[in-house]
């Protein structure tokens, strides 16, 4: 193939569409029927207007899709009143899918309210080698993508898992009643298989790094209630009546490097080869963007959808091969399934996340603000031990939460985080390494101020009204089935399997706050608090016989000025409780008696006062 280098390569591919029906009871076959006749389905669409490839010398390559989406198509011709309006003002017929019709499987002939569209995505790939060694380099620019959402989501997303649910099970019967062969080779190790060093470097190490640029996308809710008022884009074009709320995501820049390990690494089958290891690195840039309350009938709709669906969901039967299937694996092939992974993957996945805003506004209905604030911050997974190993660390300079009147400059709650800084670690029992127990750790350290007017308490209330009070809760039961019956009949073991052990888990939170500082103003007439704590901590443990908490503090000062005004300093301020579920040898104590409940309390010097209109009502030292 080296005289391949001399070319160059160039395909292109216009009108790609694949549809997947969302019918369960649908075939292949085209409907009987006159020609001119044609059957609508739902389908979920694939389709790319130009796929265009370029390759020059055999290593410098260049891909180009125009117009790629995926498609909720309707069966029905009788579509939501907001699709009709749209395809009104577009001047496209209704929107409907026909397999017999090759225009249909054409996106752009599509006017629906339920897809993705990206109109652009460009890439270039580089292959570099070496004696030993292979470098891909991806890089990639992908234009703002349109995504469109109907609350009837829910019921297309829940038709494709049960059409892929379906295909699985069809397949899980065909596999069952395949005859298989009984005849096993020899398949036992053989120590002439190990490599040699210099057969172990001719195995080449690859290694692709990726650096991809995802531009602002676009989110449009539609509701088939169409607003009343008239709603703006960024950009200030005027929205199609049935968009509900409309917002912007920032633009995404995302790097990756993955080191692959070469498939023989000279080693016996009791050596275990180095994992491979995947590390992405990306950066959401910043944002701003504000959600009105015309976003909650889009959300009630796909609610009701959803609650919908699951009193419709019946439980599905379970394919044969999971019906007491025998297994009839040879002790040969069970030998080598004990035998320690040629290599796991070790996922490494960095985040970060610049200044950004989110605001929720109850206009119309009044002027009032929720806002979230973030500052600078980043998080970083780690997945090792093939997911037995999973850790979660992050860092953010500032988060601030606030509720306010949008006239007045002060908030009404306020609510800031600084320096917050947390690490969460899951830990799963390995067998083979002697580990029986699973555990969870949780570890959060930050500093915390906050404040709350009374004076200003029904801007809380509008706020509950508007947004709280209208945000609908499932409460459907799937299936219909009653919960937790009584007399529901427990699944009894089928004969000659082995019950399984119960794993035990831990779970470790550790919570310290380097300061605590809160102000609440109950009113001129009455009094405005202070609230400062120094070094507090939450611990807690909780394990499968017993559950430990305890609560620190270091130093409590507490100071109150008005009509009730008053002082109080707590200092080393500390209460631990420890709850047993079952009493066992070490739950007795030296008298001899079980303890099922420990509990104590204790305090540094307390001083208190508290005056009332300028007289003394209560004095503690």
Not at 104 to 117: K, M, S, V
């Amino acid at each position: 193939m080296i005289w391949f280098k001399d070319y160059a390569v160039a395909l292109s591919v216009s009108n790609v569409g694949v549809a997947f029906p969302l019918a369960l009871d649908s075939s292949i076959d085209p409907p009987l029927g006159k020609p001119h006749q044609h059957h609508a389905m739902s389908a979920f669409l694939f389709s790319v207007k130009t796929v265009e490839f370029e390759d020059k010398n055999m290593g410098n390559s260049q891909f180009v899709m125009k117009r790629f989406a995926f498609q909720f198509v309707d069966r029905s011709v009788a579509i939501s009143q907001s699709i009709v309006r749209i395809t009104k003002t577009h001047g496209h017929q209704l929107s409907r899918f026909r397999r017999t019709v090759p225009s249909d499987f054409a996106g752009d002939e599509h006017q629906t309210c339920n897809r993705l569209i990206y109109p652009d995505m460009t890439a270039q790939v580089r292959t570099e080698r070496s004696a030993n060694s292979r470098r891909i380099l991806v890089g990639a620019n992908i234009s703002g993508f349109v995504l469109d959402l109907e609350p009837s989501i829910a019921d297309h997303v829940a038709s494709l898992i049960d059409v892929y649910r379906s295909g699985k099970d069809r397949v899980d019967r065909i596999t069952v009643n395949v005859p298989r062969n009984t005849a096993i080779q020899d398949i036992r190790p053989s120590p002439r298989r190990v490599v040699s060093g210099s057969n172990e470097e001719a195995q080449s190490a690859s290694s692709t790094l990726l650096s991809m640029v995802f531009l602002s996308g676009k989110v449009r809710m539609h509701s088939s209630s169409p607003r009343t008022g008239t709603l703006y884009d960024i950009k200030g074009h005027t929205l199609p009546a049935s968009v509900v709320e409309s917002f912007n995501l920032p633009m995404l820049s995302v790097w990756g490097e993955y080191r692959a390990t070469p498939a023989s690494r000279g080693l016996t089958t009791d050596q275990a080869a180095d994992p491979s290891s995947l590390v992405l690195k990306s950066t959401i840039h910043s944002s701003e963007n504000t959600l009105r309350p015309t976003l909650l009938p889009f959300i009630t709709e796909l609610v009701a959808h959803i609650e919908r669906r699951m009193r419709k969901a019946t439980p599905s039967s379970s394919s044969l091969s999971n019906r007491g299937a025998i297994s009839t694996t040879p002790p040969e092939l069970n030998a080598l399934n004990d035998r320690p992974p040629v290599s796991s993957m070790h996922i490494t996945f960095a985040l970060r996340i610049d200044q950004s805003k989110l605001q929720l506004t109850c206009q119309p209905d009044v002027n009032v603000i929720a806002g979230v604030y973030w500052d600078s911050g980043g998080f970083l997974v780690n997945v090792s031990g093939s997911g037995r190993r999973i850790s979660f660390i992050g860092n953010v300079g500032g988060l601030t939460i606030g509720l306010k009147h949008g006239f007045l400059s002060e908030d009404c709650v306020r609510l800031d985080a600084r320096n917050l800084a947390f690490s969460a670690t899951l830990n799963g029992a390995d067998k083979s390494s002697g580990i029986d127990v699973s555990s969870m750790s949780v570890v959060v350290e930050t500093e915390v101020s906050g404040g709350l007017r009374f004076s200003r308490f029904q801007d809380v209330l509008c706020f509950k009204a508007v947004w709280l009070d209208r945000i609908p809760v499932l409460s459907a039961t799937p299936g219909g089935e009653p919960t937790d019956s009584p007399l529901k009949a427990k699944a009894l073991p089928m004969p000659g399997t082995v019950p399984s052990t119960k794993t035990d888990f831990t779970t470790a939170v550790l919570v310290h706050f380097r300061r605590i500082g809160l102000d609440v103003d109950l009113g001129q007439s009455i009094s405005s608090v202070r609230m400062d704590m120094l070094d507090v901590t939450f611990r807690s443990k909780i394990e499968e016989i017993r559950a430990e908490l305890s609560v620190s503090v270091g130093d409590l000062t507490m100071s109150a000025t008005g009509n009730i005004s008053g002082h109080a300093h707590i200092p080393d301020f500390s209460f631990n409780t420890m709850r047993r579920k079952a009493l066992t040898l070490d739950s007795i104590d030296r008298q001899g008696e079980p303890r099922m409940l420990d509990m104590s309390l204790k305090s540094g010097n307390l001083y208190m006062t508290l005056e009332s209109d300028y007289q003394k009502i209560l004095h503690l030292w």
